[in-house]
């Protein structure tokens, strides 16, 4: 489904050339000497267009650092004058926001903890009111599309037109390499939900350690996200906050060198005609197998009729453990992955049950 946000683009509030935008900066603020000194070397990079420093913090648990405070406004505030990067700050309550904005920060994103809660989001939205400043939403700590599209609504409809969302990834129970999923599929939903908003993306998040952040942040590239958010700290072993995902300054620059930044599209004829090519083939082999399936249910039905008319259940694991087996065999030297195999024999599958069920349920005619 479509959703109309009244938002403005990207480029008329912050023009970025055709660079995406780079956000970067400290998790926490957490002296003023770390604060400014992070900043300058960041500026010096000529690659970072945002400050970021997290003046309050959300924490897990209660007892650990929970943001240095208002205090450090001051900081960004000196950091800005010195460099003139823009800041940047997440805000949770409508007293961060007004203190904030009080404070002259340029951005404000809301966490994806606040995200998640629709009461947090309406009373930042509220403090926003009548107020022109840059707002990110981070996605909900959940993977829920919605959650997220209506956040982005609320702060919207407070009248905040520069709007752009973040993705850092989605909690979840199964441990992986990654802190946070990246569940890409919910990124890229939300852009064709929404196609005129710009996505940041987050590796610091959705990584959890440094090492993964280029591959990353090249996918977020790759996917045409609008820019980065990358958490840099002048000296990563000491931050009192997310220790091993910060990156130092100079390993940020080097990551950004290395990026390939690639067009969504090309202006070569040539290119064009090879790609609505190749498009068409694409498009007639998802026509091919969408009938193809149909046919398969049009069987499964027919088995349906049969079970019913014979009294057999509908799910036979034996038949399913030997369906799985063969097909994943062929997957496999087709070299299309186990998951994928698996998810869509899965689909196939209840798909056909919920048809013979329906097959089932249904009287011959008969004795309709
Ligand atoms: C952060 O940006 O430091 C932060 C707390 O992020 P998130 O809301 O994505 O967890
Ligand atoms: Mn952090």
């Not at 829920?144 to 409809?157: F, K, T, V």
Request: hydrophobic share 40%.
């Amino acid at each position: 489904m479509k959703h109309t946000l009244d938002i403005v683009p990207l480029k008329s509030w912050l023009d970025t050339g055709d660079k995406p935008l780079i956000i970067a900066g400290p998790c926490s603020a957490e002296t003023e000497e770390q604060v400014v000194s992070t900043a300058h070397l960041l500026a010096n990079t000529g690659k970072v267009n945002v400050l970021r420093a997290g003046i309050w913090k959300p924490r897990t648990r209660p007892g650990e650092f929970e943001g240095i405070g208002s205090i450090g406004l001051e900081w960004l505030k000196r950091a800005k004058e010195e460099t003139g990067l823009l800041t940047a700050t997440e805000v949770a309550t409508a007293k961060h926001v007004e203190e904030a904005l009080a404070a002259g920060v340029d951005i404000l994103w809301v966490g994806a903890r606040s995200t998640a809660n629709p009461f947090t989001v309406q009373e930042i939205a509220d403090a926003l009111q009548g107020v022109d400043v840059p707002v990110l939403v981070k996605n909900p700590v959940n993977p829920d599309l919605s959650l997220w599209i209506g956040a982005l609504e609320r702060i919207n409809g407070a009248g905040i037109k520069k709007l752009a969302a973040i993705h850092r990834g989605f909690s979840s129970f199964e441990k992986t390499a990654f802190r946070n999923e990246p569940m890409w599929d919910l990124a890229i939903q939300l852009k064709s939900a929404c196609p005129e908003l710009p996505i940041i993306n987050d590796p610091s998040h959705i990584c959890g350690n440094r090492e993964l952040i280029p591959y990353i942040a090249q996918k977020a590239m790759d996917m045409d996200l609008q820019g980065l958010i990358i958490e840099s700290h002048i000296d990563p072993s000491v931050a009192w906050t997310d220790a091993k995902q910060q990156v130092t300054p100079a390993a940020l620059s080097d990551l950004l060198d290395n990026l390939s930044v690639r067009r969504p599209e090309s202006n070569n004829p040539a290119f064009e005609d090879k790609l609505a090519e190749l498009r068409q083939q694409i498009d007639q082999l998802d026509d091919a197998i969408l009938k193809q399936i149909g046919d398969r249910m049009k069987i499964a039905e027919k088995i349906g009729e049969y079970k019913r008319d014979n009294n057999v259940t509908i799910l036979q694991v034996s038949r399913w453990d030997e369906i799985v087996e063969k097909r994943l065999q062929l997957a496999r030297a087709l070299t299309l992955s186990d998951d994928f195999a698996t998810k869509y024999l899965e689909l196939l599958h209840n798909e056909s049950i919920r048809k013979q069920n329906e097959v089932m349920n249904t009287k011959p005619v008969a004795e309709a």
